[in-house]
């Protein structure tokens, strides 16, 4: 047999580490843009989709007044989610 299946012996604390991949520094990582480390820009999309579909979850049948407010709100936050997403996307790259 060539190669030894010993494992190489760790390096004594007055010896420098040779350079490599795992010794590389880690990148840092942007803060996260929620508390538990999320987007909050899927937030802006349910919220989105709750507005789109408001008036069939409330029953509201014809085509009026409710309706032609909750299809507005619902493009103004989509287009906010997409801002977001943007903003958070450009954080990660």
């Known amino acids: ?18 350079d490599g991949p795992a010794s590389a520094e880690p ?11 999320g ?20 029953g509201v049948d014809d085509f009026g007044f409710f309706r032609i407010i909750t299809l507005v709100l619902g493009a103004v936050v989509m287009v906010a989610g997409f801002v977001v997403l943007r903003r958070e996307s450009g954080k990660r790259s």
């Open 1 to 18: 047999m060539t190669g030894s299946t010993q494992p190489e012996p760790a390096p004594r604390g007055d010896e420098v580490p040779q």
């Open 39 to 58: 987007t909050t820009s899927v937030w802006y999309f349910v919220g989105a989709t709750f507005l789109f579909a408001g008036p069939l979850i409330f």
């Open 27 to 37: 990148e840092s990582t942007p803060p996260p843009t929620s508390l538990n480390g």
